[in-house]
């Protein structure tokens, strides 16, 4: 009897044993079942993110083609050389950010893996602080567009004429001697200039986070054309390299005749500007054919009778320098 008892209880033990190791190992299939539905729910998530970045990109270059054609208005303008076009500050395009996708990982935060833990972190200022500051001139400038336009209402007894599209000597008249109107499109510049910026930041932000998805994710699908702030094209990049010097030399220019352009890759394009014993450096950042977009900036290199010219625009002039033949 005692030999029957002590075999029953090793017996029970062993299929307790056996019952436990059981339950322990549905748990673990369980619990990397529901780490694996997790992984596939923020994937997902990311892959949205994905597409809200690249179409935000595609948006920010329409957002930089309003800038260049006013800006190149506006230079016309102070040169008293615009003759139509006058109401291009009476015409504005917001820059609106798809933030859904964010949202909804954001939402999901407590659950993102740890290998997408920087990744987040990194999005938290595209669509915290990036964001914010282009709504800021989002609505200033849509604010000064609606106050130029009451201001005519209110103040000028041609404003049905204007409104109508009707042609009336005093609205050329107020176009081209108003110092109201003079203002007004230096307020309307300030803030699309300041819009072009934060544009120009969150693109960047935007095509760096799109591609470190793609990297964590794994995916072997072609980047989009338009998700690149780089000039692939490495024969005509090294015509735009060498030093350039100035080609005119103006009143108001004359304070940069000493200074020394130079452009050269270094882990992306650059373009050193040295002046005295200080040098600056600014990253170009490629935008189309042979434009390229820095802070507050366009710079474009002409192609012209086998010469090299940069032109580096800034707000209501430009710089233009002329590589050197010896590079």
Same mark, same amino acid.
């Given at each position: 009897?005692?030999?029957?008892?002590?075999?029953?209880?090793?017996?029970?033990?062993?299929?307790?044993?056996?019952?436990?190791?059981?339950?322990?190992?549905?748990?673990?299939?369980?619990?990397?079942?529901?780490?694996?539905?997790?992984?596939?729910?923020?994937?997902?998530?990311?892959?949205?993110?994905?597409?809200?970045?690249?179409?935000?990109?595609?948006?920010?270059?329409?957002?930089?083609?309003?800038?260049?054609?006013?800006?190149?208005?506006?230079?016309?303008?102070?040169?008293?050389?615009?003759?139509?076009?006058?109401?291009?500050?009476?015409?504005?395009?917001?820059? &609106?950010?798809?933030? +859904?996708? /964010?949202? #909804?990982?954001?939402?999901?935060? =407590?659950?993102?893996?740890?290998?997408?833990?920087? @990744?987040?972190?990194?999005?938290?200022?595209?669509?915290?602080?990036?964001?914010?500051?282009?709504?800021?001139?989002?609505?200033?400038?849509?604010?000064?567009?609606?106050?130029?336009?009451?201001?005519?209402?209110?103040?000028?007894?041609?404003?049905?004429?204007?409104?109508?599209?009707?042609?009336? &000597?005093?609205?050329? +008249?107020? /176009?081209? #001697?108003?110092?109201?109107?003079? =203002?007004?499109?230096?307020?309307?510049?300030?803030? @699309?200039?300041?819009?072009?910026?934060?544009?120009?930041?969150?693109?960047?932000?935007?095509?760096?986070?799109?591609?470190?998805?793609?990297?964590?994710?794994?995916?072997?699908?072609?980047?989009?054309?338009?998700?690149?702030?780089?000039?692939?094209?490495?024969?005509?990049?090294?015509?735009?390299?060498?030093?350039?010097?100035?080609?005119?030399?103006?009143?108001?220019?004359?304070? =940069?005749?000493?200074?020394?352009?130079?452009?050269?890759?270094?882990?992306?394009?650059?373009?050193?500007?040295?002046?005295?014993?200080?040098?600056?450096?600014?990253?170009?950042?490629?935008?189309?054919?042979?434009?390229?977009?820095?802070?507050?900036?366009?710079?474009?290199?002409?192609?012209?009778?086998?010469?090299?010219?940069?032109?580096?625009?800034?707000?209501?002039?430009?710089?233009?320098?002329?590589?050197?033949?010896?590079?």
């Amino acid at each position: 009897m005692e030999n029957k008892t002590s075999k029953y209880f090793k017996y029970a033990i062993g299929e307790i044993i056996l019952v436990v190791i059981g339950i322990l190992i549905a748990l673990w299939i369980n619990n990397k079942n529901e780490i694996l539905k997790t992984e596939d729910k923020i994937e997902a998530l990311l892959r949205d993110i994905q597409k809200d970045l690249s179409e935000d990109v595609l948006v920010s270059h329409t957002m930089f083609n309003r800038y260049i054609r006013s800006d190149s208005l506006k230079k016309k303008f102070l040169k008293n050389e615009l003759e139509s076009n006058f109401r291009f500050i009476f015409f504005y395009k917001v820059f &609106p950010i798809q933030s +859904d996708s /964010y949202n #909804n990982l954001k939402q999901n935060s =407590n659950s993102v893996p740890k290998k997408f833990l920087p @990744l987040l972190k990194e999005l938290n200022i595209l669509y915290g602080r990036q964001k914010e500051n282009i709504e800021v001139y989002n609505k200033r400038i849509q604010n000064t567009v609606y106050n130029s336009i009451d201001y005519l209402s209110k103040n000028k007894d041609w404003f049905l004429d204007w409104d109508q599209g009707i042609d009336n &000597p005093k609205i050329t +008249d107020y /176009y081209k #001697n108003d110092i109201n109107h003079r =203002n007004q499109i230096a307020l309307y510049m300030n803030d @699309l200039v300041n819009l072009f910026r934060d544009t120009n930041e969150f693109r960047i932000g935007a095509i760096d986070i799109y591609k470190e998805i793609e990297r964590l994710l794994g995916n072997k699908d072609s980047i989009p054309k338009h998700m690149n702030y780089e000039l692939e094209d490495i024969e005509k990049r090294k015509t735009f390299e060498g030093n350039y010097k100035m080609v005119k030399i103006t009143p108001k220019n004359s304070k =940069n005749k000493d200074v020394v352009f130079k452009v050269a890759y270094n882990n992306g394009l650059k373009l050193y500007i040295k002046n005295n014993s200080e040098e600056t450096i600014v990253p170009l950042y490629w935008y189309k054919g042979n434009t390229f977009l820095s802070v507050g900036n366009i710079i474009t290199f002409d192609e012209l009778n086998n010469e090299i010219l940069l032109k580096a625009e800034t707000y209501s002039s430009s710089i233009v320098q002329k590589k050197t033949s010896n590079d």
